[in-house]
């Protein structure tokens, strides 16, 4: 599986933007960006994926850069409840359905009140 | 609809001692994974089924663990016996079959605590 590089932690404050990056320089052409956060005490959450276009769904937006080796997950106003581990996972669609999802250690999120 | 289902929530046993978890996934979905996370790190897949086809076991540790998934919907997971290490949370997860991208549901784990 190509790896993620991701920052081991980040603070932001409540109501503001979020820009967690994500760098993934041995991407493959047929890897997909899934971003998943967990919540404490909670199982993994799914929040959003993309290839090459960037996506906006009502958690977030994922920013994907034009060669694909980063991107970033956008939280555009951050909450107490944004607190989180945040993942950032390539996924080979080549593979079945089942495939892995292979997890680093992901991003640690503070949202200051 | 209702999520991914597992119990116990919490399980202390002592070394030696044999545990099992149990996972009922969302409905409709046919792949079921189960994934160990220690504590500061993210989960690891210990065993994937395709109904009721274990597909990718290549994690899991055969001389103490074991799963099934009869009929392909609620899967169980034995560790026996338990040792130290083991402590960690388990979680269970589903997803659509047929597509590859189709996001992984997960359950709120069983925290289990080997003493």
């Known amino acids: 599986d190509a790896k993620t590089t991701q920052p081991n932690s980040m603070e932001s404050n409540e109501e503001e933007p979020v820009h967690l990056p994500c760098n993934h320089s041995?991407?493959?052409?047929?890897?997909?960006i899934h971003w998943y956060r967990q919540l404490p005490s909670q199982g993994p959450e799914y929040v959003i994926h993309?290839?090459?276009s960037n996506v906006n769904n009502r958690m977030a937006s994922l920013a994907i850069a034009e060669d694909r080796k980063s991107s970033t997950l956008i939280l555009h106003r951050a909450t107490l409840r944004d607190a989180a581990v945040y993942y950032c996972i390539l996924r080979d669609v080549r593979e079945t359905s089942g495939s892995r999802l292979t997890f680093g250690e992901g991003t640690q999120l503070t949202v200051n009140p | 609809e209702a999520g991914v289902v597992q119990s116990p929530r919490y399980k202390i046993i002592e070394k030696k001692q044999p545990v099992a978890f149990w996972c009922n996934p969302i409905s409709g979905h046919n792949t079921l994974y189960w994934y160990r996370q220690n504590l500061g790190q993210g989960p690891e897949l210990l065993i994937r089924y395709e109904n009721e086809e274990a597909v990718d076991d290549s994690q899991l540790p055969k001389d103490r663990f074991s799963a099934e998934r009869l009929k392909g919907v609620d899967s169980t997971l034995k560790i026996q016996p338990a040792e130290l290490g083991d402590s960690a949370v388990y979680l269970c997860?589903?997803?659509?079959?047929?597509?590859?991208?189709?996001?992984?549901?997960f359950g709120n784990g069983t925290r289990l605590t080997v003493t």
């Open positions: 997860a589903s997803s659509l079959w047929w597509s590859s991208n189709s996001p992984l549901h």
């Open positions: 993309g290839l090459t």
């Open positions: 041995t991407i493959s052409g047929t890897d997909y």
